[in-house]
């Protein structure tokens, strides 16, 4: 009966190790009171700002590609 707005797509479907990561840290708590949505916050805050320096990596990466 609770949910999560706002989370953009390629947060929600950022994987690492072949597992989306917040769906399966909400799957691990389910059947469970939802007493730290404060933490879920942060997990998606922090795969976006990943995201987000995993994309500026890979435009340096092909400027230096280009130059070779």
């Known amino acids: 009966d609770k949910y ?3 989370i953009p797509q390629d947060v929600w479907e950022y994987q690492i ?3 989306q990561v917040l769906r399966k840290y909400l799957r691990s ?3 469970r009171i939802m007493d730290d ?3 879920f916050c942060r997990i ?5 700002k990943t ?3 995993q994309n500026e990596i890979d435009e340096i990466f092909m400027k230096i590609e280009e130059s070779v």
Do not use: N, Q
Request: proline share 0%; aromatic share 10%; hydrophobic share 40%.
């Open 4 to 6: 999560f707005e706002g």
């Open 17 to 19: 190790g072949g597992y």
């Open 29 to 31: 708590r389910k059947d």
């Open 37 to 39: 949505a404060r933490r």
């Open 44 to 48: 998606a805050t922090a795969l976006a």
């Open 51 to 53: 995201i987000e320096v």
